[in-house]
């Protein structure tokens, strides 16, 4: 046994890196293997929202094995058991799909990926995934003088996951390839084993003299706790996808933006399992009150141009919350003899807090609603909840909510329109009214309540947006302020525009008049009578990207077009003529082939197009599964031999020029490039864009070549060109900011 402060020492050590690592493996095999799958399966937010699916299932499989383990088979049993189970999983490595597996049907996609998920790496997830649970219960079993409250590892573990999630994007994607990210990944797993095997000699040396922790003493945990440990765990995950929803969708989109709220959650893990917590607390529940408030006061403000100031409130807001929550279940951990248990039910309200805002929110409402619930939630997980509550209290609180109830009604059902500082007045009173009552924790959650239905019905834009969500996100059709122009918004960035009413607000009717990326002195329009010109006469053209469908306005009598869209909520918003008549005025007979367009266009027939647009990539969560050399490789089968390529490239945030170019030059292709801001005018949805033209010969370019601001685009010879099994988003990102 251990007797030692140096032997101490070492058992620590050890045991920490086993944890630290095991939990950055964990993490940094989900992208990893989520981007092998991408090209197979198509670059579909499914792909990614299964994938999490998955991995939650498997993390809470893990947890019960832990948990049954050192159950029913502590001890040196526990020790080689656990072992054969890592040694076995040494057989599903290195990382890859499953050999022998097809192709995807074309229905039930969905069991499909699970199925494949679970063939190729589902038994070194499982392995992995009980690691945290399990070490801790064996480090409690070891003598050493922190093992009675194993609690402070569960902070290494999420050390671990935290740091893994900033390196794969920022380190490991951009300068390594997928072969070699996952021998890297197989190499760590080895060393795994070797640190498991000796966490386990530490746990076996130490057990003929110490005692079991079955006979410590400690309260049972009833099913009451449980269920307290299940919310606690749920409420922060739940919070976490939604406000990752609201701040891509609502305030702004930017790459890699989802990364911070993830980060702030992981952190508040090991910020409250610290023995000495950095924010103690009670200082953060003090401050818990003022978290939600300032979470409703940046729902008020909507999407106003201070970005910077509503995502920082909303952050602060969302770690503030989660922080106490998961303070509560560190403050609220039972003895280690019942470790593993307690780990099983927070991975339980993990699972369910992330299939509801993941999954569950989006079939049930329009619009990121679960946002506002959830906010309700945090502020019933403040300490202090009683229930059934006082008679005076919820007396009190039945005499608040009745009042503001009615007030809400009567306004909403006379039609009462509030000015802006009305409004902000309005909602105001209700916070301070509810910061007045935040120690009572029912009352104030009712006053959050009432504040955000406030919000909801006379907020900014209220009942003039019409909301359709589905599995790819949420669309916003939406009217100018002045009422001319109907617009289709993807989150934050405009998908498309229909002039409806002149400037006497008068119905506009006929053949819509094409604007925003799609305006007759656009970069795109200029490829398409260039090839027109070439032809002599009708041309064939395919679209990837449908939004509005202005394109088609752009048509000549005699032309083809197809239309590739992956979101079939996106075809209905087109096709109706009560939203967007583009379609219905200048083609009514385009054939629109639903899926993603990397598979879809694969299937079709070679050498059909004279010209194909790419139009994927005016968001922030770029497709790169259609960026790569493959993709491109797909792009030049489907086009004559005289065809080209346009590929609307338009970003904020990142340079993609020469990416492009150097997929376009790896598959013997030539490029020119124009950033064309022709015609702008932003007051009437008339917009510049950035333009890439790809083809096989300078010559296929016909006259566009000749025209002025279509550049030969050369690739950047210091990067390595883009690939199904490479990327490099940062890069793209910092060109962008020396521009």
């Known amino acids: 046994m251990p007797a030692n402060a140096s032997s101490f020492r070492l058992l620590l050590a050890t045991f920490t890196a086993a944890i630290f690592l095991s939990a950055a493996l964990l993490f940094a095999v989900q992208p990893l293997f989520a981007k092998m799958v991408l090209p197979k399966l198509g670059g579909t937010p499914a792909v990614w929202s299964v994938a999490m699916v998955f991995f939650q299932a498997m993390l809470l499989a893990g947890y019960a094995y832990a948990h049954a383990l050192t159950k029913f088979v502590p001890g040196r049993v526990s020790v080689g058991v656990h072992l054969a189970v890592m040694v076995i999983a040494i057989f599903a490595l290195p990382l890859g799909i499953a050999a022998g597996w097809g192709g995807p049907p074309a229905t039930g996609q969905e069991f499909w990926l699970l199925g494949l998920f679970a063939v190729s790496i589902g038994l070194p997830f499982f392995a992995l995934s009980a690691n945290g649970p399990l070490l801790q219960a064996w480090f409690a079993r070891t003598g050493h003088p922190q093992a009675k409250d194993p609690y402070f590892l569960y902070a290494a573990s999420n050390v671990g996951s935290f740091l893994a999630l900033l390196a794969y994007p920022f380190l490991v994607e951009p300068f390594t390839h997928l072969p070699q990210q996952t021998w890297g990944w197989t190499i760590g797993f080895y060393i795994l084993i070797l640190l498991i095997a000796a966490c386990g000699a530490f746990l076996l040396r130490s057990q003929d003299a110490l005692p079991d922790i079955a006979t410590d003493s400690g309260v ?43 980060a702030l959650y992981l952190a508040t893990f090991v910020i409250a399992f610290q023995s000495r917590p950095l924010l103690p607390h009670r200082f953060v529940t003090f401050v818990a009150p003022v978290a939600v408030i300032l979470l409703v006061v940046s729902l008020a403000l909507g999407s106003a141009d201070q970005i910077v100031v509503l995502i920082s409130l909303n952050l602060v807001g969302f770690f503030i919350l989660a922080l106490m929550c998961h303070g509560e279940l560190a403050r609220r951990r039972p003895p280690a003899r019942y470790l593993t248990s307690f780990y099983l039910y927070l991975s339980l309200g993990g699972v369910i807090g992330g299939i509801f805002a993941g999954l569950v929110a989006q079939r049930l409402f329009s619009w990121v609603a679960e946002y506002p619930l959830l906010i309700i939630a945090a502020a019933l997980c403040r ?280 997929v376009a030059d790896a598959n013997d292709m030539v490029s020119r490039a124009n950033d064309s801001d022709e015609g702008y005018d932003d007051d009437n949805h008339i917009f510049g864009s950035m333009v890439v033209a790809v083809a096989r010969r300078d010559e296929d370019f016909g006259e566009l070549a000749k025209k002025d601001g279509w550049v030969e685009q050369e690739p950047d010879e210091d990067e390595w060109v883009w690939t199904d099994d490479y990327s490099n988003v940062i890069g793209a990102i910092l060109k962008k900011l020396r521009e």
């Not at 922060?236 to 891509?248: E, G, N, R, W």
């Not at 790819?472 to 229909?498: N, P, Y």
């Not at 400037?503 to 260039?530: C, E, F, W």
């Not at 899926?595 to 139009?615: E, K, M, N, S, W």
């Open 383 to 662: 300490p202090g909840l009683v229930w059934p509550p006082k008679r005076r209290e919820l007396a009190f609180l039945a005499v608040i909510a009745a009042g503001a109830a009615f007030a809400i009604y009567a306004a909403y059902v006379w039609g009462y329109e509030f000015t802006d500082n009305a409004f902000n007045l309005s909602v105001a009173a209700l916070l301070v009214l509810a910061f007045g009552f935040s120690h009572f924790v029912l009352t104030f959650a009712g006053l959050i309540a009432a504040s955000l239905v406030f919000v909801v019905l006379f907020g900014a834009d209220a009942g003039k947006r019409d909301f359709v969500r589905s599995f790819f996100g949420v669309h916003k059709v939406m009217e100018s302020d002045g009422g001319q122009f109907r617009i289709l918004k993807h989150g934050t960035i405009e998908h498309g525009a229909q002039r409806i009413r002149d400037a006497h607000g008068r119905p506009i009717t006929g053949r819509p008049k094409p604007i925003t990326y799609y305006h007759d002195a656009s970069p795109m329009v200029q490829g398409l009578v260039a090839a027109r010109e070439k032809r002599g006469g009708p041309i064939n053209v395919a679209v990837v990207g449908l939004g509005t469908g202005t394109l088609a306005c752009q048509m000549k009598p005699g032309d083809q077009l197809t239309y590739y869209e992956i979101d079939p909520t996106v075809v209905r918003i087109a096709k109706d003529p009560k939203r967007f008549t583009f379609l219905f005025e200048c083609a009514p007979d385009a054939k629109i082939v639903i899926g993603d367009a990397r598979l879809t266009l694969a299937a079709a027939p070679d050498g059909q197009y004279d010209i194909l647009i790419v139009d994927a990539f005016s968001s922030d969560a770029i497709p790169t599964h259609l960026l790569t050399r493959e993709a491109m490789a797909i792009f030049k089968e489907k086009i004559k031999p005289d065809g080209m390529i346009l590929m609307h490239i338009s970003n904020k945030h990142m340079t993609l020029a020469p990416v492009v170019a150097g």
């Open 220 to 262: 049972k945990p009833t099913w009451r706790d449980a269920l307290i440990w299940i919310a606690l765990a749920a409420v922060p995950s739940a919070l976490l996808i939604a406000i990752t929803a609201h701040i891509s969708t609502d305030i702004a989109a930017a790459p890699f933006l989802w990364v911070v709220p993830l």
